[in-house]
């Protein structure tokens, strides 16, 4: 997992064409960033808002420079550390790609992303300043650090029980291999606390994620996922602490190497056990109770 650090190139951009005219610094910026980071920075990955997107992260730079950097400075060292650690309880991860540390643009702290070369392990430098500066990275390491090492098991699913089952177990992981680690290591508090909104109703939160396991659309797994939208009635990013839950509760009896092995095929009804066991959910359970039948037969 080589790590390949392009800050310094989107910072001597950023702060060399500070007088250029806005038309002439996205063209330059097109050209000169757009192909590094194995294409991150191209068009075709948002060729809706491209030109506005560039010029606000431009335009913010200088005073978001200061945190960039300093993430840029440590950030080699500390992610070696934990990959270390994770992989003396998991063994060996790597990656065909490398590992890029970027200004993300405001996308992204750290995650998988779609490039040129195919799906690679992306850290926003940025991003990581803004919600994990001064605090210790390695649980954050831990969480990308399972996705890579889990992905391989869900990456043909595009279900929300698989990303609730990837996001959940990841989640998981972390709070078992660094068990001290609070909800802000967690990341269960961004962009606001998480636990005590999804607890002061948990039922309607449980069959509110129940009801959507088989949906695909973007629109349910950005309310279930992303920090921007929300599900009405529900805190944003609900999908991680409601996987979280449904990974503790098979974990009692299962152990966290055996739940990383295993297939979303396996999966799928334990899944739905888990959330039956956390509310009673009438649309959700003839379904489950018969997906629990036929894997039974089958299996």
Known sequence: MRVVDVT???????????????????????????????????????PDDYDLRVLDTLRSYPGRRDGVLAISRDFSRLFASARQKFQSQFGPVSSTHPVYLLDSMGELDGGTRELRSGATLLFGADVI??????????????????????????????AIYCSLWAEGLATYAVSRLAPDTDDDGLILNLPRPIRPAVEANRAAAVCAVAARLDSTSDEDFNGLFQGDVRLPG?????????????????????????LARMSMQDARPLIDEALARMATC??????ARERSRTHRISG
């Open 8 to 46: 310094a190139e989107f910072d001597r951009f950023a702060m060399a064409t500070t007088d250029m005219p806005a038309e002439q610094r996205i063209a330059a910026f097109e050209r000169e960033i757009g192909p590094i980071a194995d294409g991150f920075y191209s068009r075709g990955r948002r």
């Open 234 to 258: 529900f805190p944003s990013r609900m999908g991680y602490y409601v996987g979280y839950l449904v990974a503790s509760d098979i974990g009692r009896t299962r152990d966290l190497h055996a």
């Open 129 to 158: 300043a803004e919600v994990h500066a001064g605090k210790d990275m390695t649980p954050f390491f831990y969480h990308e650090l399972f996705h890579v090492y889990h992905d391989a098991r869900v990456a043909s699913c595009f």
């Open 282 to 287: 009438p649309e959700a359970t003839a379904e």
